[in-house]
């Protein structure tokens, strides 16, 4: 056996990383920052939408169509080129491919394109960073009508995905729906999920209730224009002080139940709001437990989203904790599923 010294470019075979090895992972976080900027963007500028209409379009086209400078718009598309969202089709470019699904889709379950403006918004980092040292905190009722459409583009898929595939999972509960039952929702927001609902099981009813004023107008809004105003009505209420005039068959909540300053009187309150046998089914962002799933794509949009919820004084919760809170509170026949790494459901009924 040959024994040879390390050439001097040769790292000492310790297993510690090297700088070149670390530095990569601190560039691609500047990466990173540069695509979602582009894509921002292009969203914003409706260059992606104008490439999904025109594939194969060069700078000029664009530039034309959407009355823009081509110089700025020739370096947006190298950007999105780089970004991997573009590829070259000819002398102009394409989306690429499940691009205009991800990013323009908006009834698709994996549209993600509305997150692009929660996580640009003043109210996710800018805002934390500014009250660092006081850790002031705030409500939604202090934040932006702009912020309130972003929330409502994130929590589109989700409710894209519950209604009706993911109810669908939670066992007996679409027969129900089908034949028509009162549903309500907590937490709603701008009412996207109860004309979701109304529209999904037109026999049943549905009753909205959120504790932020502005969103509650939304809503409304959105119902009326749906023409669903005689089948679904919104109420102003915090979830720490709903009741309901006549018990209801499901409760949801969608991305909201972490939120809540008093789970566990809100949980109460549920409870008391079923009928017998009644349902609850919570859709909620499965924050990880482990440091590992910390540091996956997902885990670290999800410690992303933490900010904001840090300002509104809670946090994201791992899916678990609502099996704990069920269970205390007296649910029984608990399930839950993943419908994808960032959205689960967990459900338990009211003891028939
Ligand atoms: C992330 S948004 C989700 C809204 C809607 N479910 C969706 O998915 O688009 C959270 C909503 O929960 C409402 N909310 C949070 N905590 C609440 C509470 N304790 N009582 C009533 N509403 C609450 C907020 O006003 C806001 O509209």
Redesign the pocket.
Known sequence: MTLTAPSPATPAPTGEPTLADTAPKVLALIAGYVGHRTVSIGLRQGLIRQLADGPGSTPDDLAEALDLDPFYVGVWCRGGLAAGVLDRAGSGYRLGDHIATLLLDTASPAWVGGVFAVTEAPEMFGRFEAHFATGERM???DTSPEW?AA??????P??TRLVPGGLAKVPGLTERLEAGVRVV?????????AVRLATAYPRSVVVG????LH??EQARERVAAAGLSDRVEVLH??????TVDRPATVVI????MH????IDR?AENVMAALEPGGWFVI?DFPFPDTDEGLRSVPGRIMTGIQFFEAQ?D?QLLPRAAYDDLLSRHGFVDLGSVQLTPMHALTWGRRPA
């Open positions: 409500w939604w009722d309130i929330v409502a583009g994130t929590g589109t989700f409710y929702d907590t937490a709603c927001g701008a009412g996207l999920g209730v959120d504790g932020d969103s509650v209420s915090a979830l720490e002080d709903f909540n969608n991305i909201s939120e809540c300053r008093d809100v859709s509104i809670d």
